[in-house]
C-alpha cells in the first residue's frame, strides 16, 4: 500500500499567532508536489508543523500519515514512519563528520538502537546500537556514486564551511540513506547559484520515484525547470487557494503574486515562510 501523506484543516500557530488558517493537502508515494507563494504566506510553518517542531503549535486539524494521526509524535518518530525534512538553512556542527551524522540518524530511522536494547546489547559493546559499520559504508557509497559525490565528501565536518550548494547537496545524500516515504523539500533552491541549483535538482531527481512521494517548497519557477512537479499548488495567508498542472508555476512566473492577491485577497501577510 502506498504511503499517503493527508493534512486536513490544519491550523498553526507560533509565538501565539495564527500562521496556517485551515490548510488542505494530500501527497501521495510517486507524486512530487510543488508548493509556491509569497515570502509570509506560511511554506516553512507548514513543512516545521509536518514534522513536529514543538514551537509551531497545532490549534486544529490534522496531520494523517497512512491514516493514522502523528500529531502526538515527536520528530523522530515521524521519521521513522517515513517522513523526511531537508531544511533551507541546515545547520553546521563541527567535529562532527558527515559520515557519523549519517550513520547515526540511519540507525536510529531504522531502529537499530531499539533492537540492540531488545537483545540486551545496547551497554554491552560500543556501537552495538548503530547500523553494522562494514555495511554502512557500502551503502553510503552506492549512493554518493548514484549522486556523483566524491567520497572525500563523507569526511568533512557537518556543513561545518560547506558552499550554499554543499549544504543542500548534503541534504539530498541524507534523503537517499534515509529512503523516506514522503520527502519535504524546504525551499532547496535558497541561495544557489544556477550551477549548484542544477546539481542539486540533479540529486533529486536520481531518488525521485515510485517509492517517495516529494512536496518540494519554492518560490520561484526556476527549480521546478529541472524538478518537475505533477501538481503544483499555490498558499496564501496560511491556506492553500488553488491547485493545478505544472502550468500554475508558469503563469506564477509570468504574472508574480499578484493576480493570486487580486483573486483570493490577503487581509494580512502572516510571519514565517
Not at 536510529?108 to 555495511?135: C, F, H, Q, W
Request: no cysteine; net charge negative; charged share 25%.
Amino acid at each position: 500500500m502506498s504511503a499517503e501523506l493527508v493534512v486536513k484543516d490544519l491550523h498553526v500557530t507560533v509565538e501565539g499567532k495564527e500562521i496556517l488558517k485551515g490548510l488542505n493537502l494530500v501527497v501521495r508515494q510517486g507524486e512530487t508536489h510543488a508548493l509556491m507563494g509569497p515570502n509570509g504566506s506560511g511554506k516553512s510553518t507548514l513543512a516545521y508543523a509536518l514534522m513536529g517542531h514543538p514551537n509551531y503549535v497545532v490549534t486544529g486539524g490534522d496531520i494523517l500519515l497512512d491514516g493514522e494521526s502523528i500529531l502526538g509524535l515527536g520528530p523522530d518518530e515521524r521519521a521513522r514512519r517515513g517522513l523526511f525534512l531537508a531544511f533551507q538553512y541546515p545547520t553546521a556542527i563541527p567535529g562532527v563528520s558527515l559520515a557519523n551524522f549519517l550513520r547515526s540518524a540511519v540507525s536510529s530511522v531504522r531502529g537499530y538502537k531499539e533492537r540492540a536494547r531488545a537483545d540486551g546489547n545496547a551497554d554491552l559493546t560500543i556501537g552495538a546500537e548503530l547500523m553494522p559499520m562494514r555495511e554502512f559504508r557500502k551503502e553510503m557509497a552506492e549512493k554518493m556514486a548514484l549522486l556523483n559525490m566524491d567520497p572525500a565528501f563523507a569526511r568533512r565536518y557537518l556543513n561545518d564551511g560547506f558552499s550554499g550548494g554543499e549544504k543542500k547537496r548534503a541534504e539530498i545524500l541524507q534523503m537517499a540513506m534515509l529512503m523516506p516515504r514522503i520527502a519535504i523539500l524546504d525551499e532547496t533552491d535558497s541561495g544557489l547559484d544556477i550551477d549548484a541549483l542544477r546539481v542539486v535538482a540533479d540529486g533529486v531527481n536520481r531518488l525521485i520515484g515510485p517509492q517517495m512521494g516529494v512536496l518540494v517548497i519554492t518560490h520561484y519557477q526556476r527549480l521546478l525547470n529541472y524538478i518537475k512537479p505533477q501538481f503544483v499548488h499555490i498558499q496564501l495567508d496560511g491556506r492553500i487557494v488553488t491547485s493545478g498542472g505544472p502550468e500554475l508555476a508558469l503563469l506564477l512566473e509570468e504574472k508574480g503574486y499578484d493576480w493570486v492577491r487580486a483573486q483570493y485577497g490577503e487581509p494580512a501577510l502572516a510571519s514565517g515562510g
